[in-house]
């Protein structure tokens, strides 16, 4: 995966050649947005504070900067496999370029070092993942998690007709494999955490000012362009 995704780093635009994503959203942070206020939303307040955070696969670095922006007491770190996404990382956000750390799959511990997360993020990453690779993805996120830390993981939702058309027409999605609900779910709970909550969201393209309010309208239909399930780690 690392060499298909150094091939679209000179140029990535998160599938933004595709014409309905490109008139959905200005840009790339704006679709991240609704991602970022549901993360607000779920581990603010939480009864053990998050502080340490990981970006599992931060490719260019955007949602990594968006948390620190909103949320500058957490400590968000980001780790990648592709060297070309962590250099525009650094080039695009040379601020926070020393949060941003290349890994190799099954490496991540040796990298991060002793470090425990309260929380890892995986935003649109795993159906960049080889399905015979998901299992091992989730236990290695495990294994990066304090006891009790939490898991989130946000998804393009098979079931939705326009997400799917997208997915099949933006060139870095070539080789993807679209993860359902269902089969998230299952992965969740035999790599050891507890599910916690589901929610669906991107209902509207992030463009129109009252697509929040529709998604939180909602939340529990199972058509939204996109869902979150979110785990936290067994004892």
Not at 206 to 224: K, T
């Amino acid at each position: 995966m690392n060499a298909e995704f150094d091939k679209y780093s000179t140029d990535y635009n998160a599938g933004n050649d595709v014409f309905i994503k490109r008139i959905s959203g200005r840009d790339q942070l704006q679709f991240l947005m609704p991602k970022v206020r549901l993360i607000q939303d779920i581990f603010s307040g939480l009864e053990s504070p998050i502080s340490n955070v990981l970006d599992f696969g931060c490719g260019t670095g955007d949602m990594l900067y968006l948390l620190q922006k909103e949320k500058p007491d957490w400590n968000v770190l980001g780790i990648d496999v592709s060297n070309g996404m962590l250099e525009k990382a650094k080039k695009n956000y040379p601020q926070i370029a020393a949060k941003f750390l290349k890994v190799d799959n099954g490496m991540e511990s040796e990298i991060v070092g002793e470090s425990k997360f309260d929380l890892v993020v995986s935003t649109c990453v795993f159906h960049h993942i080889h399905p015979s690779e998901w299992q091992g993805a989730m236990r290695r996120i495990h294994s990066l998690l304090r006891p009790g830390g939490h898991l989130l993981l946000i998804e393009h939702n098979p079931w939705n007709p326009v997400t799917r058309w997208i997915v099949a027409n933006a060139a870095i999605d070539k080789n993807a494999v679209l993860i359902s609900l269902k089969k998230s779910y299952q992965l969740l709970l035999s790599s050891g955490y507890e599910v916690s909550g589901v929610r669906n969201f991107m209902f509207l393209p992030p463009r129109f000012s009252f697509s929040a309010f529709v998604d939180n309208l909602a939340r529990g239909l199972p058509i939204g362009g996109q869902y979150a399930i979110w785990g936290k780690k067994c004892p």
